[in-house]
């Protein structure tokens, strides 16, 4: 009998199959009046994004869904999260409610900056654990004006370009 277990795990000398691992992205929700937040820790990716978005949809059931996402716990995204963002946003939108993110990690905040989709979402640097419940401008229906990047992002080609004269046309320029 083989000890070995898929994906590196083995048995124990005493025979028992160890505990699996975190799951990889966890969910919660509740509601903090008229809001519901939603807290997201792992990761978000292929595999499960699309879970994300089957909750805020059953969430978009509600009349005038406000629905804040609280990504502070978020450790890694792809596109696919991107995507669930999007098709949340959209999915309230339709219920005349509305979604925001609350504390973004640098790692959603870059990903949405890179795929030109920041400006789509409200952006809420929220309370700190043991504050207040939040209670800002989903709850008035008013958009919070996108985060400013704290870093300096790179300007467009256009702009890093500015004031040098335009290259030949038909000629390749290698790095």
Same mark, same amino acid.
């Given at each position: 009998?083989?000890?070995?277990?898929?994906?590196?795990?083995?048995?124990?000398?005493?025979?028992?199959?160890?505990?699996?691992?975190?799951?990889?992205?966890?969910?919660?929700?509740?509601?903090?009046?008229?809001?519901?937040?939603?807290?997201?820790?792992?990761?978000?990716?292929?595999?499960?994004?699309? %879970? /994300?978005?089957?909750?805020?949809?059953? +969430? &978009?059931? !509600?009349?005038? =869904? #406000?629905? $804040?996402?609280? @990504?502070?716990?978020?450790?890694?995204?792809?596109?696919?999260?991107?995507?669930?963002?999007?098709?949340?946003?959209? %999915? /309230?939108?339709?219920?005349?409610?509305? +979604? &925001?993110? !609350?504390?973004? =990690? #640098?790692? $959603?905040?870059? @990903?949405?900056?890179?795929?030109?989709?920041?400006?789509?979402?409200?952006?809420?640097?929220?309370?700190?654990?043991?504050?207040?419940?939040?209670?800002?401008?989903?709850?008035?229906?008013?958009?919070? =004006?996108?985060?400013?990047?704290?870093?300096?992002?790179?300007?467009?080609?256009?702009?890093?370009?500015?004031?040098?004269?335009?290259?030949?046309?038909?000629?390749?320029?290698?790095?």
């Amino acid at each position: 009998m083989s000890t070995e277990l898929p994906y590196g795990r083995s048995r124990r000398p005493d025979g028992d199959i160890p505990a699996p691992d975190a799951p990889v992205m966890s969910l919660d929700w509740e509601h903090e009046g008229p809001l519901t937040v939603v807290s997201v820790h792992g990761e978000v990716d292929m595999s499960n994004a699309h %879970l /994300l978005v089957d909750l805020v949809a059953e +969430l &978009a059931r !509600r009349p005038a =869904p #406000r629905v $804040v996402l609280d @990504l502070s716990g978020v450790r890694f995204v792809d596109l696919h999260a991107v995507r669930a963002l999007v098709e949340a946003d959209r %999915l /309230l939108r339709e219920a005349a409610g509305g +979604l &925001a993110l !609350r504390r973004p =990690p #640098r790692c $959603v905040s870059r @990903l949405l900056h890179l795929t030109a989709t920041a400006h789509l979402f409200a952006v809420d640097d929220g309370p700190i654990p043991g504050d207040a419940p939040w209670a800002g401008p989903a709850v008035t229906g008013d958009r919070i =004006p996108p985060r400013r990047a704290t870093g300096a992002l790179p300007a467009p080609h256009s702009q890093m370009d500015a004031g040098r004269p335009p290259l030949p046309s038909g000629r390749e320029v290698s790095a």
